[in-house]
């Protein structure tokens, strides 16, 4: 039974090219978040929302745009991509926007070209 | 400005004794702070929460510390085993809600 899923696991596109990564969690949780961890293994909250609320948006281009139908679902769309958005893209959710432990899914590798 | 770091050099100890890992912050003032274990190709998994009105707290055989004053957690692996070979990272919380603000990570190998 997974917990936090992504699809696609790996995802090779072009420059350019507009792109989207989902996610969904199966805990019942309320509040879910994208981070992407670069090369150098930094791991960095990018969004986060609470019950389909945008609650957190740190500094990431426009280009970047989450979406959230319901609160088990997260997707991340990416326009016009870049050779720097290549990284890994991890999903993860949490009980609710208090402080507590974060679930992450499997991640997204994502290679621009 | 704000930074958090982990000893940046790979940590490497035989097994059976214990891994003691570093985490460091300057200017914050987490309410909690976290530690998460990552495997290559694979996300984190949570590990240990730890408040700031806690001195230390215990899950099997790790341990974690936590100083507000020096502004510095520690995080101990007793009895280490090959298995426990990962990367460590430190997590804490910055601002409202469950902002997560992660350290580089330490990568701890445990040889036989």
């Known amino acids: 039974d997974t917990a936090v899923s992504q699809t696609p696991k790996y995802l090779v596109t072009q420059m350019g090219n507009d792109k989207s990564i989902k996610c969904e969690q199966n805990?019942?949780?309320?509040?879910m978040y994208w981070y992407k961890q670069d090369s150098k293994k930094f791991l960095k909250i990018m969004f986060s929302?609470?019950?389909?609320?945008?609650?957190i948006n740190e500094t990431v281009p426009n280009r970047f745009s989450p979406k959230s139908p319901d609160k088990a679902h997260l997707n991340l769309h990416i326009n016009s991509l870049e050779l720097g958005d290549s990284a890994v893209y991890f999903c993860?959710?949490?009980?609710?926007?208090?402080?507590?432990?974060?679930?992450f899914g499997p991640g997204t590798r994502l290679t621009v070209l | 400005s704000q930074k958090i770091e982990q000893n940046s050099e790979a940590l490497n100890i035989q097994e059976g004794k214990t891994a003691t890992l570093t985490c460091n912050y300057t200017?914050?003032?987490?309410?909690?702070l976290q530690w998460y274990r990552q495997d290559p190709g694979r996300g984190p998994v949570f590990l240990l929460l730890?408040?700031?009105?806690?001195k230390e707290k215990r899950k099997e055989r790790l341990k974690v510390t936590f100083d507000t004053t020096l502004k510095q957690s520690l995080f101990h692996i007793t009895a280490s085993q090959p298995a426990d070979s990962a990367t460590y990272l430190c997590?804490?919380?910055?601002?409202?809600?469950?902002?997560?603000?992660f350290g580089a990570g330490t990568r701890l190998a445990v040889h036989p």
């Open positions: 730890i408040r700031e009105n806690e």
């Open positions: 997590a804490l919380n910055s601002g409202g809600y469950n902002k997560l603000i």
């Open positions: 200017n914050y003032s987490p309410a909690y």
């Open positions: 805990l019942g949780h309320d509040t």
């Open positions: 929302y609470n019950n389909k609320e945008l609650i």
């Open positions: 993860a959710s949490s009980q609710d926007r208090t402080y507590n432990e974060q679930f």
